[in-house]
Structures are given as C-alpha cells and as structure tokens.
C-alpha cells in the first residue's frame, strides 16, 4: 500500500468545510466567530510553519538538537498551562515545566527503547513526533486538575485544617482534594478509551491509514499512544503537585496563596 499524499489543493478544499461551524457561529449569534476564524487561521499557519521546522530536523537530525526543541516544547506548554490558571506563576511555573519535561522524557524513551527499539531513540522521525503527542494530552489534563486541586483546597481550608489538627499528614490531609483532582481530570480520558476503535476513530490512526500504513500497524501504534498518553498525563500531575507543594505550604502546612487575586490584596 502506498503513500497517499495530499495536495495543497486538496488541503484548500478542505478548509471550506470550516465555513459551516463559521455559519452557525454566526447565525445563531454566539460572539465566537471572530476567536473560531482567528483561532483556525492561526493553527493552519503554525501548522505550516512547523512542517517546514520538521522537515529541517529531519534533515539535520542531531540529538542534542532534538533534545532542545523538546526543552523549547516544554516551556512552551508550561506557560500555557499556567497562563490558563489564575494561579500564581511564580508558584506553578517551574514545577509544571519539571514535570512537563522530565515526564515526557522518561516516556518518550522508554516506548521509543523497549516499544518500539529504534535503533536511535533520539531520532527526530521517532523522538519529537512522540513528545509533542504527550505534550498535547498532558496540557489538557494538567491545567483541569490543577485547578480543581487548589481551587477546592482553596474554598475548603476548615477542612484541611481539620484534618491536620486531627493528625493527619499533610499528604492524608490533602488526600481528597488531589483525588477529586484525579477523578475529574482522568474520568474523560478513562470514558475515551473505553469506546476507542467502537465509537470513535482516533485521528492519529485514521492519519496513518489514510498515509499508507497497514490497519493493523495504525491500530498497534494508537493503542500504545493512548496508553502513554494517560501514563505520562498522570505522572507529570503527581510531579507538579509534589514540586508545587514546597511552594504552596510552609513548614507548618498552612496553605501559602496561591492565586493572583491573592497577591494583589483582592
């Protein structure tokens, strides 16, 4: 089975289909027409833009170049991450990219070593492709729970506080704030993958099929993607809450704040 590639032409076409959510954002008057154009118009560019950044990594496909994009990906998905919570970033920023960068690494190289055993698990076909998948799905998962685990934390001190003077540790005592965190964070990608290849069709596969590779090859690689892809979200959300803890806590256990609005006196 061959490559199917597909044209510019082809990829313009397909871009018309955007005028029907457009439409309807429109019609029915939501006030997000101006954000979904801008926000289409800006990943089609980058998405150019970083075919032509990956080609020239391909091409020169030296390690410690590999190594540093992912670096650049991780402050990157970092900041975002916070910008996306109204917590602190002087709290949060580093312990996310710590997380961000050492979950995806230790991920990325053991599926790309024992998984898949590329003879070069640096490679850039096989490395960067592998960390920007998990750099995606941990995004998501990362700014939910964040939020829910301090917000809840935030609103219910009492109970923290209870549960401390009662002589719970500070980790029991935090318990049920990290595990609510857990719960509604995961639940969407426990729910996703029990319907994967029944209800829903991953994109990943259908891109692989539809570039030539065989089915049961697309399937092996999706199943193994979305189990990395919940390991490596869970390990970096266990990461930055630890690093994040040293911050958000003094040698007593009281909850430092953590919020903007707290900084500025609100």
Not at 113 to 138: E, K, Q, S, T, Y
Not at 152 to 158: N, W
Request: hydrophobic share 55%; proline share 3%; charged share 10%.
């Amino acid at each position: 089975m061959g490559t199917v590639d597909l044209t510019y032409g082809g990829l313009a076409v397909g871009m018309l289909l955007m005028l029907v959510p457009f439409y309807f954002l429109w019609r029915f008057r939501t006030g997000l027409l101006a954000s979904a154009v801008l926000g289409t118009v800006r990943m089609t560019v980058q998405l150019l833009l970083i075919g032509v950044y990956l080609r020239f990594l391909f091409q020169w496909d030296k390690a410690w170049v590999n190594v540093l994009w992912m670096v650049a990906m991780a402050v990157i998905a970092s900041y975002t991450a916070v910008s996306r919570t109204a917590l602190r970033r002087s709290v949060l920023l580093l312990p996310v990219f710590v997380g961000f960068l050492s979950t995806v690494l230790l991920v990325s190289l053991y599926f790309l070593g024992f998984v898949v055993r590329a003879d070069d698990v640096f490679a850039a076909r096989f490395f960067i492709p592998v960390a920007g998948v998990l750099f995606g799905n941990m995004l998501t998962v990362n700014i939910m729970a964040v939020n829910v685990y301090y917000s809840e934390l935030h609103r219910e001190q009492a109970m923290y506080y209870y549960l401390l003077g009662n002589g719970a540790s500070r980790f029991e005592a935090t318990l049920p704030f990290l595990r609510s965190a857990v719960i509604k964070s995961f639940s969407p990608c426990i729910a996703n993958m029990a319907v994967l290849g029944i209800v829903s069709f991953p994109g990943t596969m259908i891109g692989q099929i539809l570039g030539g590779s065989m089915p049961e090859v697309a399937i092996k690689y999706q199943l193994m993607i979305s189990v990395i892809t919940v390991v490596a979200s869970m390990l970096s959300l266990v990461v930055t809450i630890s690093l994040s803890a040293r911050r958000t806590f003094d040698e007593f256990g009281r909850l430092q704040p953590v919020f903007r609005e707290e900084r500025n006196g609100k």
